[in-house]
Every structure is written in structure tokens, then in C-alpha cells.
């Protein structure tokens, strides 16, 4: 077997997500046979270092032992049940563990299995509390410009990413859509502290505004990760808090792609020391095994569901694979593993090693941006730095530095022009190097297209 024959057999009978298929008549798909650590393996033997963590989701490497250890063990004993009804350990222990470890106040752990579902289980959680309190009235959802919560409609109508969006516009809800803090846009001279509280005023604006017709307000802490890693800082979800408190109105905070430790906290919510009412957490979770997600929330919003079932009050929600037993083994062994090899602490070696792989980007004629919260890292692209006028979107420069990438044994995926780094938290320092390496000279080969 090799790459080409399954490639073809692939292309045959496959639809890949995110993907122009046609691109595949000149981009060939890559068939990865193993996984070990940071590295992946296709079936020529070409090796290949998950600088992307497999679409954020890898932790502690692929093939990770422990987690191996812990699913087989599960496999023997149950590997999944219908958790209406019924429960397992498994599920209990990870629910356990989720309150313990989520900040203070996030006593109730419903699962799901994949991002989009625990966003759409906290949107529904939200309308569904006011709902069974009799405040019909409110049925709105406030975002922010440049988000992103998945891809289902409910989902996508509360994300902002017009690549993703804006086919789909007539199947989706009206959302009210502030604009953010993203400090890509602040004046020179203006720190991210200083633009985010100016931007806050905008947020309160909408609330005051819109407050008696809302549910909540659904963000993305510190980082807009699928928004080209957009960043801002943590006094904006500190004045959020308030407002929501304020206003009477919740506050979702969207972990999928920040939480267990991507900012460099376990979760990014702790930066500013608040609690969301909802935290939806998936992709780290499972350490990039498997699909699961969560939706942690308050005592006082299960209490508003609590009642005779006569009342019709329930949360009815389901999927067929709510709780699934292997999927909560494999989180358990995850967190298992930040508690064990204290990993939020050691992982501030790699973050400082990361900026300084990133210093000689900063006076790159073509780099308007060099911008890093904790692990992620991201390098802005632009055809005119002083201007910062960005290259057209058709010339495709990130899919040329894709390319190059990969070629040299590097998987980069750039955002548009946006270049990020989101390692696995088992990448050395001299491969965080390599990246910064592979980085440049991909940069350079594309600006010459
Ligand atoms: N929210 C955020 C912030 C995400 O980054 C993503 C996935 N990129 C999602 C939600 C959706 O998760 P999933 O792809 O598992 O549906």
C-alpha cells in the first residue's frame, strides 16, 4: 500500500470537511498510517510534525501511552451506554473532575459529543432557563464580530466568520453582533488592556440596549481561534462579567479551542478570574482522541429545569452518544495527565521558547503582526506592512506556505495569510525551532508566487 493508490480510493468515495474537493486534482491528500507523539506518519514514510495539533484537539501526542492504557482498559469493561436512565463510573468520575477542575461556581456537567453540539446545548440551556422562569420575552443571542462556535445552524448563526456564514445566511437566527476587541485594530501606542476596555463600551452599549430581549452573551475567551487567532486581553471578560450581571443577561463562554491550557491557564476564564454561566469545553478534552464535549453550568440553572414532570420544565436534549464511556476514559486519562506531570507550570518553558522562535518575524517586510496568548502563536501576513493592506484572498499565499510546509515534514494550515502555531504540549524545543525554521522559508517561497 502507499500514498497514491490510497489517495485515489480516497478520492473515489470520500468528502472531506473544509475542503474544495476539486483542489485535491492538483493538492494530493496525504493517507497518514501512524501517529506517534508530535509526529505523523503517511504510507510512503514521509514524516510530518502536527504543528496544528490535528485541528486543536491533540494534547500529549498521538499513540499517547497512558491514554492507550486507560481506553483499553475501558474497551474490556464497557465501551458505551445509553445515559438516559443509565449512567457509568467513567462518566460520573469525568463529571466529577470537570467541576473540580472548571473555576468556581460550574456544578453541573451535561455531555455532548462534538463543539457544535455544546454550543447548541447552551444556547438552548439559556433560552430554555428564561423560558421556564416566564421571561418569554427574551429569545436573542449577543455575539462578536470575527467569531466562530461551529457549524451547525444554530452554531454558525452565532458565529461571524463570513467564509463560513454567509451562504447559509437565510437558514439562520437573527443574532445581535457587537463589534470585538480583536487588537489587531488598536492604535499604535494603544495597549491590548487599553483596547479591549475601549471596545468594552460598544459591548455595554448592546446590552443596555438589547438586554430585556436576550438570553446571552456567547464568546470565545482571549483568543478567536478559527477568526484568523485573533487576540485580546482579559480585562474585557472581566468587564463582560459585570455587564451580564448587570443586565440580567448569561454569559456562554466557548472553550472548544482555548480551554486545557491553550492560553497558557487551564482555562482561559481563569486569566480573568470569572465564571462563565455556561463553559462549553470539546476538542482538548479527550486529548484528541476521541469526540465528546461539555457543557458545564450553574446550580442555579439546573434548579430552573428541576421540577414535576408535569411541569414540562426538562432539558430534553439528547444524542445518541451522550456520555460515551470510551470517550470519558479518554478525558479522564487526559486531565489525569495535567494533574500528574503538572503540565500548566512546565508548559511555560515551551511558551517562552515560542516567542523566542517567533522574534525574528516581527521585521519581516511582509509580517504586519506577531501576535502569542500561551500556546498559540500566530504570524499575520500582509502584502503591504505599513499599510497593512492584506494580499488578495484569491492569490491563496497561506495554501502556498501549506505547501511548503509539507514538504519539508511540516504540518502548518494557515488561516487565510494568518500562519499559527498550536503544538501538542509534548513538542520539544528544538522542534518548536524546526517550525520557526519550515515558517520563514514557507513565508518566503510564498511571497514569491
Ligand atoms: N467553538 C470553537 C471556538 C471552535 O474553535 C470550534 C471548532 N473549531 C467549535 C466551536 C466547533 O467544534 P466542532 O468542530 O467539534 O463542532
New binding site residues.
Given amino acids: 500500500m502507499n500514498n497514491k493508490i490510497l489517495a485515489n480510493r480516497d478520492l473515489a468515495v470520500l468528502w472531506h470537511p473544509c475542503t474544495q474537493m476539486k483542489d485535491h486534482e492538483n493538492l494530493p491528500m496525504i493517507p497518514i498510517k501512524t501517529g506517534r507523539g508530535v509526529w505523523l506518519e503517511d504510507f510512503d514514510g514521509k514524516r510530518y510534525l502536527d504543528a496544528v495539533s490535528s485541528?486543536?484537539v491533540n494534547l500529549f501526542g498521538h499513540a499517547n501511552p497512558i491514554i492507550n492504557a486507560a481506553l483499553k482498559e475501558q474497551l474490556d469493561t464497557l465501551e458505551h451506554v445509553i445515559f438516559a436512565g443509565f449512567t457509568h463510573e467513567t462518566g460520573i468520575k469525568l463529571a466529577e473532575k470537570l467541576v473540580d477542575i472548571t473555576p468556581a461556581g460550574l456544578n453541573r456537567c451535561f455531555y455532548a459529543d462534538?463543539?457544535?453540539?455544546?454550543?447548541e446545548v447552551a444556547l438552548k440551556m439559556s433560552f430554555h432557563y428564561w423560558r421556564n422562569g416566564g421571561q418569554t420575552q427574551k429569545t436573542k443571542f449577543i455575539t462578536l464580530e470575527n467569531?466562530?462556535?461551529?457549524?451547525?445552524l444554530g452554531?454558525l448563526a452565532v458565529g461571524n466568520v463570513a467564509l463560513y456564514k454567509e451562504t447559509y445566511a437565510p437558514l439562520l437566527m437573527d443574532v445581535i453582533t457587537v463589534p470585538g476587541p480583536d487588537c489587531y485594530f488598536r492604535e499604535v501606542g494603544e495597549t491590548w488592556a487599553e483596547y479591549s476596555t475601549r471596545r468594552f463600551t460598544l459591548m455595554e452599549q448592546a446590552l443596555q440596549q438589547h438586554a430585556g430581549t436576550v438570553c446571552a452573551v456567547i464568546i470565545?475567551p482571549l483568543v478567536?481561534?478559527?477568526g484568523s487567532m485573533r487576540m485580546y486581553d482579559p480585562v474585557y471578560l472581566k468587564l463582560l462579567r459585570q455587564a451580564c450581571d448587570k443586565y440580567g443577561v448569561h454569559l456562554i463562554a466557548?472553550?472548544?479551542?482555548?480551554g486545557f491550557g491553550r492560553t497558557g491557564t487551564l482555562f482561559a476564564c481563569e486569566q480573568a478570574s470569572i465564571s462563565p454561566d455556561f463553559l462549553?469545553l470539546?476538542?482538548g478534552l479527550t486529548g484528541g482522541y476521541l469526540?465528546l464535549?461539555a457543557v458545564l453550568t450553574t446550580d442555579n440553572i439546573y434548579q430552573a429545569f428541576y421540577a414535576d414532570y408535569t411541569q414540562l420544565t426538562a432539558f430534553l436534549h439528547s444524542h445518541s452518544y451522550t456520555g460515551n464511556a470510551l470517550a470519558c476514559r479518554a478525558a479522564l486519562a487526559t486531565i489525569g495527565i495535567f494533574q500528574q506531570d503538572n503540565v500548566i507550570n512546565k508548559n511555560q518553558r515551551l511558551i517562552a521558547k515560542l516567542a523566542e522562535v517567533a522574534v525574528r518575524f516581527h521585521d519581516h517586510p511582509n509580517v504586519a503582526e506577531v501576535r502569542q496568548t500561551g500556546m498559540i502563536l500566530a504570524i499575520e501576513l500582509v502584502k503591504n506592512k505599513a499599510t497593512r493592506e492584506p494580499f488578495a484572498w484569491q492569490e491563496r499565499r497561506g495554501l502556498k506556505v501549506y505547501q511548503y510546509a509539507l514538504a519539508q515534514g511540516v504540518l502548518l494550515r494557515p488561516l487565510g495569510n494568518v500562519i499559527y502555531f498550536m503544538p501538542p504540549y509534548v513538542i520539544t524545543e528544538a522542534e518548536l525551532e524546526l517550525l520557526a525554521e519550515v515558517a520563514w522559508h514557507g513565508i518566503q517561497y510564498a511571497l514569491k508566487g
Fill in positions: 485541528w486543536w462534538n463543539g457544535s453540539a455544546a454550543v467569531s466562530y462556535h461551529g457549524e451547525t452554531a470565545e478567536q481561534c478559527a466557548d472553550e472548544i479551542a482555548v462549553c470539546s476538542k469526540p464535549s
